[in-house]
């Protein structure tokens, strides 16, 4: 069951890990802003709900490079996902940390599905929109509103 609201969505799903040996079932959680346009964060853990968001791992991932890595490998860093093949419903998804790294598999159809509500939400090439850039350029370039002199 997805969960959604005028400016967010979310989907749980389950992501199949993939051990030397065995695969291991992991519970996860897709979720989408409309305030942070670019990103897609998936939690790990036990998401039974909403709010469960909040007890897990969290990894932001650009919307994009799910986008992309639906038909090709994309990402060269700390996150990496491919299809499987052409025709599969299989995606690979591959997270690095300094702790260590994991391979995924997961359904193509469901995160397919989960970046169509995203895009209901932010249209792709709208996101920049949605954020006023130039506002918060100017918080940042004022130390956030503070006075950097201290006065």
Known sequence: MAHGSTSR?????????????????????????????FAVRITFGDVAGPEAADDGVTWLV???LLRVGMDRPAGD?????????????????????????ALFELSRA??????RETEALVPVGSEAAVLD??????VLLSNGGADPTGR
Not at 81 to 94: I, M
Not at 110 to 115: C, D, K, R
Not at 133 to 138: G, I, K, M, R, V
């Open 110 to 115: 469901t995160l397919s599905a989960f970046l």
């Open 9 to 37: 969505y979310s989907c749980p799903l389950t992501l199949q890990l993939i051990g030397p040996r065995s695969w291991t079932e992991v519970p996860a959680l897709l979720s989408y802003e409309a305030a942070d346009p």
């Open 133 to 138: 850039l130039d506002d918060e350029l100017t």
């Open 77 to 101: 860093g700390d996150v990496r996902v491919w299809p499987a093949s052409a025709t599969a419903d299989v995606l690979f998804l591959h997270l690095r940390a300094p702790s260590g790294e």
């Open 62 to 64: 650009g919307r994009d």
